[in-house]
């Protein structure tokens, strides 16, 4: 059984810095494209990053490009995603998911962590 556990979430300030985790196991790593989703309440999880099983391709959101970074190290089977120059409006609940392929849809990921809470203070 495949299974996703996320960490690194907390509270930081506006401007300040994070970097979430996410370690896979119960399958093989390296077939999954991965991906970290971001949901608060009332609106629909969104997509703030993908990358591919090899690490060569990269997804971003628009709100994210140039402040956050998501990396994989597929020996030690998890994917990052570190985040510079946070904003309150980043104060998300964030998931990582794993796939066959990168997709802006979480449903098409086959796996889905519990999510880490990230809350920026203004």
């Known amino acids: 059984q495949v299974q996703l556990i996320e960490s690194g979430g907390g509270l930081v300030q506006a401007g300040g810095s994070l970097r979430l985790s996410c370690a896979v196991s119960?399958?093989?790593?390296?077939?999954?494209?991965m991906a970290w989703f971001r949901q608060t309440p009332g609106k629909e999880r969104e997509l703030v990053a993908a990358?591919?099983?090899?690490?060569?391709?990269?997804s971003y959101a628009e709100s994210v490009k140039g402040r956050f970074t998501i990396s994989r190290d597929n020996a030690k089977n998890t994917v990052s995603l570190q985040m510079n120059g946070l904003k309150p409006e980043d104060t998300a609940v964030y998931f990582c998911?794993?796939?066959?392929?990168?997709?802006?849809?979480?449903?098409?990921?086959?796996?889905r962590g519990q999510g880490t809470q990230v809350t920026v203070s203004s």
């Open positions: 119960g399958g093989t790593f390296s077939s999954f494209a």
């Open positions: 990358i591919s099983r090899s690490g060569a391709i990269k």
């Open positions: 998911a794993a796939g066959g392929s990168i997709s802006y849809f979480s449903v098409a990921y086959d796996y």
